[in-house]
Protein backbone atom coordinates (compact mmCIF):
# COMPACT_ATOMS: atom_id res chain seq x y z
CA UNK A 1 0.00 0.00 0.00
CA UNK A 2 2.79 2.41 0.90
CA UNK A 3 5.09 1.45 -2.37
CA UNK A 4 2.01 1.82 -4.48
CA UNK A 5 1.32 5.59 -2.99
CA UNK A 6 5.08 6.23 -3.28
CA UNK A 7 4.64 5.34 -6.90
CA UNK A 8 1.87 7.39 -7.32
CA UNK A 9 3.57 10.36 -5.72
CA UNK A 10 6.58 10.08 -7.70
CA UNK A 11 4.47 9.56 -11.15
CA UNK A 12 2.34 12.27 -10.44
CA UNK A 13 4.61 15.38 -10.94
CA UNK A 14 6.10 14.28 -14.17
CA UNK A 15 2.24 13.97 -15.66
CA UNK A 16 1.41 17.49 -13.79
CA UNK A 17 4.80 18.93 -15.98
CA UNK A 18 3.43 17.58 -19.26
CA UNK A 19 0.02 19.04 -18.66
CA UNK A 20 0.90 22.76 -17.46
CA UNK A 21 1.22 25.28 -20.35
CA UNK A 22 5.10 26.33 -20.61
CA UNK A 23 5.78 29.36 -18.91
CA UNK A 24 8.05 30.65 -21.71
CA UNK A 25 7.05 33.91 -23.20
CA UNK A 26 4.05 34.45 -25.65
CA UNK A 27 4.13 35.33 -28.88
CA UNK A 28 1.78 37.01 -30.85
CA UNK A 29 1.56 35.70 -34.43
CA UNK A 30 1.38 38.47 -37.23
CA UNK A 31 -0.92 37.18 -40.04
CA UNK A 32 -1.63 39.03 -43.36
CA UNK A 33 -4.73 38.16 -44.66
CA UNK A 34 -5.50 38.56 -48.36
CA UNK A 35 -9.04 37.92 -50.55
CA UNK A 36 -10.42 38.51 -54.19
CA UNK A 37 -8.20 41.64 -55.42
CA UNK A 38 -4.77 41.34 -56.08
CA UNK A 39 -3.72 44.38 -54.56
CA UNK A 40 -1.21 47.15 -56.39
CA UNK A 41 0.23 47.82 -53.08
CA UNK A 42 0.81 43.91 -52.18
CA UNK A 43 2.81 43.46 -55.83
CA UNK A 44 5.14 46.46 -55.04
CA UNK A 45 7.90 43.83 -53.47
CA UNK A 46 9.47 47.22 -51.89
CA UNK A 47 6.46 48.32 -50.30
CA UNK A 48 5.62 44.92 -49.21
CA UNK A 49 9.31 44.17 -47.54
CA UNK A 50 8.96 47.61 -45.75
CA UNK A 51 5.47 47.22 -44.74
CA UNK A 52 5.30 43.37 -43.77
CA UNK A 53 8.66 42.57 -43.20
CA UNK A 54 7.53 41.13 -40.03
CA UNK A 55 4.64 38.82 -40.97
CA UNK A 56 4.96 35.26 -40.08
CA UNK A 57 1.95 33.64 -42.16
CA UNK A 58 -0.45 34.83 -45.34
CA UNK A 59 -3.68 33.27 -45.23
CA UNK A 60 -5.86 33.81 -48.41
CA UNK A 61 -9.57 33.41 -48.10
CA UNK A 62 -9.97 32.47 -52.18
CA UNK A 63 -10.55 34.14 -55.25
CA UNK A 64 -6.91 35.08 -55.79
CA UNK A 65 -4.35 34.32 -58.65
CA UNK A 66 -1.50 31.38 -57.65
CA UNK A 67 0.98 34.13 -58.91
CA UNK A 68 0.01 36.88 -56.84
CA UNK A 69 -0.01 34.81 -53.88
CA UNK A 70 3.28 33.04 -54.76
CA UNK A 71 4.88 36.30 -55.07
CA UNK A 72 3.46 38.07 -51.73
CA UNK A 73 5.03 34.84 -49.91
CA UNK A 74 8.21 34.75 -51.67
CA UNK A 75 9.14 38.04 -51.08
CA UNK A 76 8.38 37.48 -47.52
CA UNK A 77 9.51 34.63 -47.29
CA UNK A 78 6.27 33.18 -45.45
CA UNK A 79 4.04 29.99 -45.30
CA UNK A 80 0.85 30.46 -46.83
CA UNK A 81 -2.45 28.53 -46.06
CA UNK A 82 -5.48 29.42 -48.14
CA UNK A 83 -8.96 28.11 -48.81
CA UNK A 84 -10.51 28.45 -52.85
CA UNK A 85 -13.01 30.68 -53.41
CA UNK A 86 -15.94 29.84 -56.14
CA UNK A 87 -13.23 31.34 -58.95
CA UNK A 88 -10.29 29.32 -57.78
CA UNK A 89 -11.07 26.24 -60.63
CA UNK A 90 -7.09 27.13 -61.75
CA UNK A 91 -6.09 25.46 -58.71
CA UNK A 92 -6.60 22.39 -59.84
CA UNK A 93 -3.99 22.83 -62.78
CA UNK A 94 -1.31 25.06 -60.79
CA UNK A 95 -2.05 25.65 -57.26
CA UNK A 96 -0.48 28.16 -55.01
CA UNK A 97 2.55 26.87 -53.10
CA UNK A 98 1.26 26.24 -49.43
CA UNK A 99 -1.76 24.47 -47.34
CA UNK A 100 -4.69 23.93 -48.26
CA UNK A 101 -6.83 24.43 -45.48
CA UNK A 102 -10.78 23.35 -46.71
CA UNK A 103 -11.57 20.49 -44.17
CA UNK A 104 -7.98 20.63 -42.38
CA UNK A 105 -7.16 21.62 -39.03
CA UNK A 106 -3.54 22.79 -39.12
CA UNK A 107 -1.68 24.74 -36.18
CA UNK A 108 1.24 27.50 -36.85
CA UNK A 109 3.20 29.06 -33.81
CA UNK A 110 0.56 28.07 -31.47
CA UNK A 111 -2.16 29.03 -33.36
CA UNK A 112 -4.82 26.49 -34.70
CA UNK A 113 -6.71 27.19 -38.06
CA UNK A 114 -9.25 25.51 -40.28
CA UNK A 115 -11.19 26.01 -43.36
CA UNK A 116 -14.23 25.57 -45.97
CA UNK A 117 -13.85 26.37 -49.28
CA UNK A 118 -16.50 27.74 -51.79
CA UNK A 119 -19.42 29.45 -51.92
CA UNK A 120 -23.03 29.39 -51.74
CA UNK A 121 -24.46 27.16 -54.95
CA UNK A 122 -25.85 29.43 -57.55
CA UNK A 123 -24.94 27.63 -60.86
CA UNK A 124 -23.09 24.13 -62.28
CA UNK A 125 -19.83 25.60 -61.81
CA UNK A 126 -17.49 24.26 -59.23
CA UNK A 127 -16.14 24.95 -55.56
CA UNK A 128 -20.36 26.19 -54.73
CA UNK A 129 -21.99 24.38 -52.43
CA UNK A 130 -25.67 23.97 -51.00
CA UNK A 131 -26.64 25.00 -47.28
CA UNK A 132 -27.36 21.32 -47.15
CA UNK A 133 -23.58 20.35 -48.55
CA UNK A 134 -22.13 22.92 -46.16
CA UNK A 135 -23.45 22.07 -43.13
CA UNK A 136 -22.60 18.16 -43.37
CA UNK A 137 -18.97 19.40 -43.66
CA UNK A 138 -19.43 21.51 -40.18
CA UNK A 139 -20.91 18.24 -38.88
CA UNK A 140 -18.10 16.42 -40.19
CA UNK A 141 -15.70 18.26 -38.45
CA UNK A 142 -17.13 17.73 -34.74
CA UNK A 143 -14.99 14.93 -34.05
CA UNK A 144 -11.08 16.11 -35.50
CA UNK A 145 -12.04 19.39 -33.67
CA UNK A 146 -12.74 17.82 -30.52
CA UNK A 147 -9.88 15.54 -30.35
CA UNK A 148 -7.75 18.95 -31.56
CA UNK A 149 -9.40 20.22 -28.39
CA UNK A 150 -8.19 17.77 -26.20
CA UNK A 151 -4.86 18.58 -27.13
CA UNK A 152 -4.76 22.25 -26.43
CA UNK A 153 -4.89 22.77 -30.03
CA UNK A 154 -8.81 24.39 -29.75
CA UNK A 155 -9.41 26.32 -33.08
CA UNK A 156 -8.48 30.28 -33.27
CA UNK A 157 -8.92 31.14 -37.16
CA UNK A 158 -11.94 29.63 -38.87
CA UNK A 159 -10.78 30.47 -42.55
CA UNK A 160 -13.65 30.61 -44.91
CA UNK A 161 -14.52 32.43 -48.85
CA UNK A 162 -17.69 33.06 -47.92
CA UNK A 163 -19.34 35.27 -44.82
CA UNK A 164 -21.80 33.49 -42.47
CA UNK A 165 -25.52 33.86 -43.21
CA UNK A 166 -26.57 37.70 -41.82
CA UNK A 167 -22.93 39.02 -41.28
CA UNK A 168 -21.64 40.89 -44.25
CA UNK A 169 -23.38 38.97 -46.70
CA UNK A 170 -25.76 40.27 -49.42
CA UNK A 171 -29.21 39.49 -50.87
CA UNK A 172 -28.35 37.74 -54.41
CA UNK A 173 -27.74 34.28 -54.11
CA UNK A 174 -23.99 34.07 -54.72
CA UNK A 175 -23.48 36.45 -52.03
CA UNK A 176 -25.59 34.57 -49.17
CA UNK A 177 -23.93 33.59 -46.35
CA UNK A 178 -23.79 30.40 -44.73
CA UNK A 179 -26.23 29.75 -41.95
CA UNK A 180 -23.81 26.91 -41.32
CA UNK A 181 -21.22 28.78 -40.50
CA UNK A 182 -22.97 30.98 -37.39
CA UNK A 183 -23.41 27.05 -36.31
CA UNK A 184 -19.94 26.43 -36.47
CA UNK A 185 -19.08 29.60 -34.66
CA UNK A 186 -21.91 28.28 -31.76
CA UNK A 187 -20.17 25.13 -31.40
CA UNK A 188 -16.57 25.65 -31.80
CA UNK A 189 -15.96 29.09 -30.60
CA UNK A 190 -12.93 30.27 -32.65
CA UNK A 191 -11.56 33.79 -31.86
CA UNK A 192 -11.25 34.60 -35.33
CA UNK A 193 -13.87 33.94 -38.70
CA UNK A 194 -12.12 35.20 -41.32
CA UNK A 195 -13.91 35.73 -45.04
CA UNK A 196 -13.82 37.31 -48.42
CA UNK A 197 -16.13 36.96 -51.28
CA UNK A 198 -17.78 39.94 -50.28
CA UNK A 199 -15.94 43.11 -52.09
CA UNK A 200 -16.66 46.27 -50.36
CA UNK A 201 -16.47 49.24 -52.51
CA UNK A 202 -18.29 51.33 -49.92
CA UNK A 203 -15.85 52.41 -46.95
CA UNK A 204 -18.34 52.52 -44.75
CA UNK A 205 -19.49 49.12 -44.80
CA UNK A 206 -19.39 46.97 -41.89
CA UNK A 207 -15.85 44.43 -42.44
CA UNK A 208 -15.65 43.85 -38.61
CA UNK A 209 -18.75 42.42 -36.60
CA UNK A 210 -18.22 40.27 -32.67
CA UNK A 211 -21.03 37.23 -32.79
CA UNK A 212 -21.02 35.90 -29.86
CA UNK A 213 -17.21 35.23 -29.05
CA UNK A 214 -16.53 34.90 -32.38
CA UNK A 215 -14.39 38.37 -34.29
CA UNK A 216 -15.91 37.85 -38.08
CA UNK A 217 -13.52 39.75 -40.66
CA UNK A 218 -13.96 40.18 -43.85
CA UNK A 219 -10.27 40.61 -45.26
CA UNK A 220 -10.70 42.11 -48.72
CA UNK A 221 -8.69 42.99 -50.01
CA UNK A 222 -5.95 42.98 -47.21
CA UNK A 223 -5.72 43.13 -43.71
CA UNK A 224 -3.31 42.47 -41.37
CA UNK A 225 -3.84 40.42 -37.98
CA UNK A 226 -1.83 39.94 -35.05
CA UNK A 227 -3.00 37.33 -32.34
CA UNK A 228 -1.07 35.44 -29.70
CA UNK A 229 -1.78 31.88 -28.84
CA UNK A 230 -4.01 31.07 -26.00
CA UNK A 231 -1.05 29.19 -24.32
CA UNK A 232 2.46 29.81 -24.45
CA UNK A 233 4.61 28.29 -27.59
CA UNK A 234 8.32 27.50 -27.61
CA UNK A 235 9.89 28.15 -30.98
ZN1 LIG B 1 -15.99 34.62 -54.44
Not at 167 to 179: A, N, Q, R, V, Y
Not at 202 to 210: C, G, H, P, V
Request: proline residues 6%; charged residues 25%.
Amino acid sequence: MLISRLKNAISFEPIRAIMRPSKCAVFSVKILCVSDLASSQLENAAHLRRRYYDIDLVVSCGDLPSAYLDFITSVLSVPLFYVRGNHDTMYDERPPGGDDLHQRILTYKGITFVGLEGSMRYNEAPIQYTEGEMSWKVTRLFVPLKISASQHRKVDIFVTHSPPRGIHDLSDKPHTGFKSFLRFMDWYQPRYLLHGHVHNYDNRAETKTLYKQTQVINVYPFKALEIEPRVSYET
